[in-house]
């Protein structure tokens, strides 16, 4: 063992970082970015806010980043027809830091998370630096359903009693909504908990799909979790958010850093949510492109799911690492997120819908090749 391995935390020993390959391909769709770049009217905008901070950037951020907040309440306001105050909004670099602060204040050693895989797989990761114990959750009975059963979910979260859950909707890796009978299920059997619905792809969400917002009132632990890397196109920038009981909010100034997120942050953030009929525009376009994939791979002869978000859980492989490889070898790059005969596919431009279809057509051309030649053989 490396000295330094021998003076990391035991519990850390033996982990494999988070991360999705980056590789210089053709047809990049494994991690769910949006395909459509920032527009110019935007960029305009966010040059112009940035240089209007830059003076002051000798001085600390606003630490409440107040302007911010008051915008992405706006925001969801308009979008889920629910009135959201400013100080029911938080937001980090990224979902992934809401997250984490909400594991630092409610969970922790002697403490549990239970969420149902398969999910986002930061939940256990989130959890488990911070020294919540994971329980990894049944979705159902039948392991080809990747919906929520709610009464295996309601015994799920009795039977462990725990101190943050984790709900997704529309989840990912599959794409699938939840219905919000389970929320508030999984929220009353749970008294001890915090109720986290991470709701990163909401906007990809097929029409009448309602949010988890609706049932923020009088429900003082329940957080819905969003972000901007995905429908706004805004991954690079790493901005997410929550909205939550004011009270709660306020308990999670306890574990964030001073001054997290940096003035050119707030003002970007600030500029895209200013233009957000711009960019929120490709929308439409990326959802009728992950309907395309859908009648595609069918036509193919493969299984996808029937998806929420801005891409596709593709199942029907006899072998997915295999499929992923020979898609690389033609320049098309997915995501194996280790569901056996599944790979997720991100919805991207018209163009790339064809590459993906006409390669997922040349391997599974290959493919049943060999196979008539060894029973010839």
């Known amino acids: 063992m490396n000295e330094l391995d021998r003076l990391l935390r035991a519990d850390l020993r ?72 400013p100080d029911r909004v938080w937001a980090g670099n990224g979902s992934n830091e809401v997250l984490q602060h909400i594991v630092q204040a409610f969970g922790g ?16 990761i989130i959890s488990g630096v911070s020294g919540t114990s994971w329980v990894d959750g049944m979705r159902t009975q039948d392991p080809s359903r990747f919906d929520i059963d709610l009464g295996l979910a309601v015994e799920q979260a009795t039977e462990h009693d725990p101190s943050v859950v984790f709900l997704t909707s529309p989840n990912n890796p599959t794409g699938t909504a939840l219905d919000l009978d389970v929320v508030q299920a999984v929220y009353d059997a749970a008294p001890n908990a915090i109720v986290v ?26 957080v819905v979790t969003r972000t901007m890397s995905k429908a706004f196109a805004f991954a690079g920038v790493r901005l997410g958010y929550l909205a939550a009981d004011p009270h709660l909010i306020d308990l999670l100034r306890l574990v964030r850093m001073p001054y997290h997120l940096s003035s050119v942050t707030q003002a970007v953030a600030c500029a895209a949510l200013e233009h957000r009929t711009t960019m929120l525009s490709m929308v439409e376009a990326i959802k009728a492109e992950r309907d395309r994939l859908v009648a595609g791979c069918t036509d193919l002869g493969l299984r996808p799911v029937p998806s929420d978000a801005n891409f596709v859980l593709v199942g029907g492989f006899d072998d997915a690492a295999t499929t992923w490889q020979a ?35 040349t391997v599974l051309a290959t493919a049943r090749g060999a196979d008539e030649r060894q029973e010839t053989a």
């Open 327 to 361: 898609l690389l070898d033609q320049g098309v790059l997915v995501r194996d997120v280790g569901i056996a005969n599944h790979l997720r596919i991100t919805a991207g431009t018209p163009d790339e819908t064809d590459a993906v279809l006409a390669a997922f057509s």
């Open 109 to 124: 050693t002697g403490r549990t998370a239970l969420g149902f895989t398969p999910s986002y797989s930061m939940h256990p």
């Open 14 to 85: 033996g982990r494999t970082a988070y991360g999705a390959p980056q590789l210089d391909v053709p047809v990049a769709l494994n991690t769910n970015e949006s395909s459509y770049g920032v527009s110019r009217e935007v960029i305009d905008a966010i040059l112009t806010e940035v240089e209007a901070v830059a003076s002051t950037l000798n001085r600390y951020p606003d630490r409440e980043f107040t302007r911010l907040r008051t915008d992405l309440a706006g925001y969801l306001t308009r979008t889920t027809d629910v009135h959201v105050e």
């Open 197 to 222: 619905v991470d709701e990163a792809y909401a906007e990809f969400a097929r029409p009448g799909t309602p949010s988890a917002i609706t049932l923020l009132k009088g429900r003082p632990r329940l």
